[in-house]
């Protein structure tokens, strides 16, 4: 696969000065059954070398420290931002340095404190062209297996979006991230790759995005008259996770990977860390492998509406 490389010190890729960026403005909470349990506050913690943990307990993102600003990996709910940013500034970094901030997929839960964010940083989001269509708009595609006829899943819109291309490489300083689309979930659907070295060596760092077979109204992955079938492709991204080189794997909501309970071990037995693990994208790929399969026999066992 070409790799194409962006370097963010390009005139394309310029982000906002921290002279252009306004006082932080708080975008309305996003509402829903999970979002109190999910926007719980976590205390942030290393991963590897110079990748953190800052997210909320029950949604992920990442922040990478690189030699020349900070790379920021999906935003929560609107209402995470705010504790995204605490969380940053307890690490001792300055929200004001995030050069790149990465999208998994354009859903409430993972997109929605993305605008402010960018606000206040002044940073470039960048994400696939299906998600990037979203993010500009504050809604899933119609495509998204979510998108309910656009009747929820609203979020605050984006208002400056990079596209970026499969397998696209993009540069901040010493640190190369690496996308790698995965649809299924939603079209847009992204997981993302980079190297985190510390002085014991270097580990393969895998961002996985959901591959759970969720939707919302009529939605069939394989497929009716009104959207084609996905079923093959979504078992593809399935199998491309599967083969990623992978030492310490992060899923988007960090229960799916038993991110916690992990922090739990490595905490009682210092000397060996559960974070690494070289089968955790074969054992993600193969839940979410067993789960397409129970979605598409319910489906084949139904009729179209």
């Not at 990748?51 to 209402?79: A, K, M």
């Not at 004001?96 to 964010?117: F, P, Q, T, V, W």
């Not at 190297?195 to 069939?220: E, I, K, Q």
Request: charged share 20%; with cysteine; proline share 7%.
């Amino acid at each position: 696969m070409n790799l194409s490389i962006i370097f963010l010190a390009s005139a394309v890729l310029q982000p906002t000065s921290v002279a252009q960026i306004a006082t932080p403005v708080s975008d309305p909470p996003a509402v829903c059954d999970s979002c109190d349990g999910w926007n719980q506050s976590q205390t942030p913690f290393k991963l590897h070398g110079r990748s953190y943990y800052v997210g909320v307990r029950g949604l992920s993102s990442v922040l990478i420290h690189t030699s020349d600003g900070l790379i920021l990996l999906d935003g929560g709910l609107p209402q995470s931002a705010p504790l995204i940013e605490a969380n940053i500034r307890s690490l001792g970094f300055k929200v004001e340095d995030i050069k790149l901030i990465l999208n998994s997929h354009a859903h409430y839960d993972h997109a929605g404190g993305l605008a402010r964010l960018q606000r206040d940083s002044g940073s470039i989001v960048a994400a696939s062209p299906s998600g990037a269509k979203a993010l500009l708009s504050g809604l899933p595609v119609p495509e998204d297996p979510q998108y309910n006829d656009g009747k929820d899943g609203g979020f605050p819109r984006v208002m400056r979006v990079k596209e970026i291309k499969d397998g696209e490489t993009l540069r901040v300083g010493d640190t190369a991230i690496t996308s790698h689309f995965t649809p299924g979930h939603t079209p847009g659907s992204t997981t993302w790759t980079w190297a985190s070295c510390a002085s014991d060596g270097c580990l393969n760092m895998v961002y996985a995005d959901s591959l759970t077979p969720v939707s919302s109204g009529p939605f069939r992955f394989l497929g009716d008259e009104r959207h084609p079938d996905v079923s093959a492709a979504f078992r593809r991204s399935i199998d491309s996770v599967r083969d990623l080189p992978c030492d310490i794997m992060l899923s988007t909501h960090p229960e799916a990977s038993g991110l916690f309970e992990r922090l739990e071990r490595r905490a009682a037995s210092p000397a060996t860390d559960p974070l690494v693990d070289k089968n955790a994208c074969r054992a993600l790929a193969d839940k979410a492998s067993r789960q397409l399969d129970e979605r598409l026999k319910t489906e084949r066992s139904q009729k179209p509406n």
